[in-house]
């Protein structure tokens, strides 16, 4: 192809790069019976050394999407008049972009020529499904978090930041992760991490969108959602969460906080970032849901837990009648019964009432213990002796 090749020169003299306007209308006539789609494009505004063109990228407008392209090699070629090519997939049609920079009677601009790839002559029927399984299976691997099978962050950032879709979006934090991490393994922790993405998943639909956001944070976006149908979608996330069982790990019990928005169209980013503050209310009281409806939307009421430890059978039963009407009480008889029920409830409980003075495992080295696998960061305790 002799025009292809000439117009794809990399000599950027004066005398390739200029021509007159009957020049290039003669050039485009002929890049026409070459070209599906040929143009000519002009930044509106100045450019320098820094790149900054106020038009910076017309290519949308022949791609029928709403927004500039992120690899423009038009706007490129404009800075630095390097000609360039690219593959651009759209659907299932690949179409090849050249760009190169030439000036039309003194002024600036960047000639684009776009060819679809004709599956016939110029890419084989089986070439062209090995090409789009390999970037299909690049696709999912780089926007699919490698442990849950869920999106990743990346897929946020790329896919769905700068959306603007009616839509349910809620931020979905597990409580008390960090302990099950400390005190049953990272296996535990991963374990429960893909325990609770199979749950959400049962309440969700194909359509839905679940992305790992951070450790054990999750986005969850419902487009085309109806607002009492999303708070009930999330009050029913939340109950799926605490009803599962941890495979391996039946001791586990899990729960959740979780900010729900409706989004009528705004940046799905904004949207982000507002649940992101409701799921940290929820966290104040945890396996709660708060949504930014006229109410919230909180979990069933539930008794704070305390667990006490003292070897005397009468001093257990004394604070049980006392307490036991407003809380949830857990009895331990001796320090390695309060390490296994620590281990059993983790921040399930909210409070330990420990004696000092017991045989075999006193209140100090139970103490000692809970500080060496970080539970007295999140469980307070008070110290309890004749």
Not at 336 to 343: K, N
Request: net charge negative; proline share 3%.
């Amino acid at each position: 192809m002799d025009v292809y090749k000439l117009w794809t020169c990399d000599d950027n003299s004066e005398s390739q790069l200029s021509s007159t306007s009957s020049e290039i209308e003669k050039e485009i006539d002929v890049l026409r019976k070459t070209f599906d789609f040929v143009r000519l494009l002009k930044a509106d505004g100045p450019h320098g050394v820094s790149g900054c063109v106020e038009n910076p990228c017309q290519c949308f407008s022949f791609w029928k999407v709403d927004e500039p392209c992120e690899n423009c090699i038009s706007l490129k070629t404009f800075i630095d008049k390097k000609p360039r090519t690219k593959l651009e997939f759209m659907g299932t049609d690949i179409y090849q972009v050249f760009s190169k920079y030439v000036q039309v009677d003194g002024e600036p601009y960047v000639m684009e020529l776009i060819k679809k790839l004709d599956e016939d002559s110029l890419l084989g029927v089986q070439d062209r499904e090995k090409i789009m399984n390999k970037l299909s299976k690049y696709h999912k691997a780089m926007y699919t978090d490698a442990l849950t099978g869920a999106s990743n962050r990346r897929y946020f950032e790329d896919k769905l930041k700068k959306s603007h879709v009616p839509a349910g979006v809620a931020m979905i934090d597990l409580d008390d992760f960090k302990v099950y991490n400390d005190t049953c393994g990272h296996d535990a922790g991963d374990m429960v991490l893909v325990t609770v993405v199979d749950a959400i998943r049962r309440c969700i639909r194909k359509s839905d969108v679940l992305v790992r956001y951070g450790g054990d944070e999750f986005l969850l976006v419902m487009p085309d959602i109806q607002e009492d149908d999303f708070a009930h979608k999330l009050r029913k996330i939340k109950r799926n969460i605490h009803a599962a069982t941890v495979p391996g790990y039946s001791n586990i019990r899990l729960s959740a906080s979780v900010g729900g928005v409706f989004s009528d169209g705004n940046s799905l980013d904004e949207a982000v970032s507002k649940a992101d503050k409701l799921m940290y209310q929820a966290k104040t009281k945890k396996d709660t849901v708060v949504t930014d409806g006229h109410e919230s939307v909180v979990g069933e009421p539930q008794k704070q837990e305390i667990l006490i430890v003292d070897d005397s059978n009468i001093n257990r039963e004394i604070l049980s009648e006392m307490l036991g009407n407003e809380y949830i009480i857990h009895e331990a008889a001796s320090g390695e019964e309060c390490i296994d029920l620590l281990s059993q409830y983790g921040t399930g409980i909210s409070l330990v009432l420990l004696d000092i003075i017991m045989p075999e495992m006193d209140g100090f080295e139970v103490l000692d213990y809970m500080a060496e696998h970080h539970w007295i960061d999140d469980i307070p305790v008070i110290m309890i002796s004749s």
